[in-house]
Every structure is written in C-alpha cells, then in structure tokens.
C-alpha cells in the first residue's frame, strides 16, 4: 500500500454512460497525477495538478474528459460519454513536487465500456 | 518512434538466473524511473536516477547518460520477481513521465 488510494477499483458501463473515479494522495502531497494504461502498453499521461491549479494536459484527454482537485487534495477524473476505447486502467499517484523525487502510484481504475 | 524504448518485451528465467532489462530513450531527461506492476494493476517505484548506479537488495540500476541508457539487473532471481518491470522518464522541463512499454518477467522455481 503507497498510500494514494481510488476509488472505485473496477467499473463496468454501458458506451454512452458517464463515469466519475476519485483519488486520494498522500496527505502532504501536493502533486497529484493521473494516467492511462491500455492492455500490455506502458501508462500514458493525462493531466496533472499542483495544489488545485491543473497545470499540464495531455492531448490524449479529449473534451469528454475533465479532472478537478477543487480543495487540492483528493481529485475527479470525469469521461462524459464513455467510448469503448476508453476502456483501460487510470491510474493516479501523487509526489511531493520536488524536482527529483518518486512519485506514488494507486492500485488504479479499471474500466471496461461495453 | 516511442521516446522510450525496452528490451526484451518479455524474459523467462529460472530460479536463481542474473537478469537484465534495457531502456534506451532519445530525449533529454532530468530523471528516469524503473517501476515494477504487479498482476492486477499496482505501481511500485523502485528506482530513481538521474546518474550512476543504485542498489537495493537483489536489484541495482544503473544510467549512461551521454548514452541515453539504462539497464535494471536482478541477481538470484526469485518467483516473487515475476511482474512487469516499466522505465520512465522525466522529460527536462516538464513534470510528466513518458513510460515505456514495460518488460514482462516470469522466473520458475
């Protein structure tokens, strides 16, 4: 156990439906990131926060997708009409915002869009 | 081209067996990650470098940096090691990591 945690671990929906995972990091951190891994690929980056303010985003988050960590601890990932290629495993961690340092992973989202 | 690149894609060891796992990437980096994920999704990082070498128990990694290399040993394998072991890069300015594709490893008793 890293200490980051999310929730739910797995969730099944039907193409169309939205869906909304959530991320606690470590209490201290306040570097929180999310990413996205597909069957057999290495994760990919989506979108990352400093405190509350997000400051990067991947091309890869297209505009059904929104993440917010409005107090800057815990954050949302929202996907508005999920998409069956959308079907992977998100992924948070969180790191304390030095510039060499590790960042610490959850145990991940599964989502499977039927 | 993936900006980071690993080899092989998958080993198979015995029980004991010196292991080695590559990544080579072609950008500039301020640091790179060897992590390990195990079956059912979990991250756990056991490296960081920005040069030289480090050694934690069975595992030491090392970098080139004017190489743009870095190779993952395990010495006296152990079935417990079995797990995909993933390099990760920090780009120079930027706090993101570009992963590679990963190193799928299974050691047999």
């Known amino acids: 156990d890293t200490g980051v945690s999310q929730d739910p671990r797995h969730k099944i929906t039907k193409r169309g439906q939205n869906v909304t995972f959530r991320c606690d990091p470590i209490s201290e951190h306040n570097r929180l990131y999310w990413y996205r891994q597909t069957l057999g690929q290495g994760p990919e980056f989506l979108t990352y926060f400093q405190n509350e303010a997000q400051l990067e985003k991947s091309r890869l988050l297209s505009d059904r997708f929104s993440a917010e960590r409005p107090k800057g601890s815990f954050s949302t990932l929202e996907i508005q009409r999920t998409e069956q290629g959308d079907s992977a495993m998100y992924l948070c961690?969180?790191?304390?915002?030095?510039?060499?340092?590790?960042?610490?992973f959850g145990p991940g989202t599964r989502l499977l869009v039927l | 081209k993936n900006e980071v690149e690993q080899s092989p894609q998958n080993l198979t060891a015995q029980e004991g067996e010196f292991i080695t796992i590559n990544c080579s990437y072609s950008?500039?980096?301020?640091?790179l990650h060897w992590l390990q994920q195990h079956p059912g999704g979990g991250i756990v990082s056991l490296f960081m470098l920005s040069s030289g070498k480090k050694k934690h128990g069975r595992l030491i990694a090392t970098i080139n940096i004017q190489e743009k290399h870095s190779s993952l040993h395990i010495t006296a394998s152990h079935p417990r090691d079995s797990a995909v072991y993933i390099c990760?890069?920090?780009?120079?300015?930027?706090?993101?990591?570009?992963f590679g594709t990963g190193t799928r490893l299974q050691v047999f008793p």
């Open positions: 961690a969180s790191s304390l915002g030095l510039v060499l340092e590790t960042q610490y």
């Open positions: 990760a890069v920090r780009k120079e300015n930027t706090d993101k990591l570009i």
């Open positions: 950008v500039g980096i301020s640091a």
